[in-house]
Each structure stands twice: as structure tokens, then as C-alpha cells.
């Protein structure tokens, strides 16, 4: 079984930052592509960045220059750091996670998509 847990959503004036983590763990022989999206009141779940195993991130414009995704490869966690908060980015924060499944030195040969569970983020104006 594999699961990510999220921690670091909360309340924020506009302008704050906010840092974001998501941790992986269970049956992982390898973690791929690792990425945030984001999902407002009423509205469908949209990314907000990616990164590679390599490091390379990629960014939504909404979110370019205020946010940073990076990852620890040897933790399997994934951070979003969040800064120049605005109420637009209200809303639930989901992480996911490309994940090889296996174990140390074994891959099943499976690969497959993970979410986080989900964390709130309100920035008020």
C-alpha cells in the first residue's frame, strides 16, 4: 500500500505565505513526477505545479513567482512553498505522486497515480 499524508494548510492574510508538505510512504521502489493541484469552492481541480524526479518544476502562470514546488528524494516528500498569498488561492490543496511500487531494490513492475488526503488553505483579504 502506498499513502500520502499532507500537512501545512491553514489561515492567512493576504500577502502571507504558507508552506505546504507531503510525505509518501509505504510499497515505493521509486517516486516519478510529484505535483500540486489545487481546487476552489465550486470549481474543478486544476495543477498547480510539477517536478520531476530530476528537480525540473513547472508552474501554472496563476502561480509563477509567488509559488515554489521542490521535493527530498531520499524523504519522498514533496513542498510547496507558497508566498504573496491571494484570496483567489483559496481553496483545497491536493498532492500527487507518480509512484513505482515495490521496495528496496524491487519493483513490481506496477506504476500508479496517488492523492494526498487533502489540506485547506484560506487566505482572507
Known amino acids: 500500500q502506498v499513502q500520502l499524508v499532507e500537512s501545512g494548510g491553514g489561515l492567512v492574510q493576504a500577502g502571507g505565505s504558507l508552506r505546504l508538505s507531503c510525505a509518501a510512504s509505504?510499497?515505493?521502489?521509486?517516486?516519478?513526477?510529484m505535483g500540486w493541484y489545487h481546487q476552489g469552492s465550486g470549481k474543478e481541480r486544476e495543477l498547480v505545479a510539477s517536478?520531476?524526479?530530476?528537480?525540473?518544476?513547472n508552474y501554472a502562470d496563476s502561480v509563477k513567482g509567488r509559488f515554489t514546488i521542490s521535493r527530498d528524494n531520499a524523504k519522498n516528500t514533496v513542498y510547496l512553498q507558497m508566498n504573496s498569498l491571494k484570496p483567489e488561492d483559496t481553496g483545497v490543496y491536493y498532492c500527487y505522486a507518480e509512484i513505482l511500487v515495490g521496495g528496496r531494490n524491487i519493483y513490481t513492475g506496477r506504476t500508479g497515480g496517488y492523492w494526498g488526503q487533502g489540506s485547506q488553505v484560506t487566505v482572507s483579504s
Open positions: 509505504g510499497s515505493i521502489f521509486s517516486i516519478n513526477d
Open positions: 517536478i520531476t524526479r530530476g528537480g525540473s518544476g
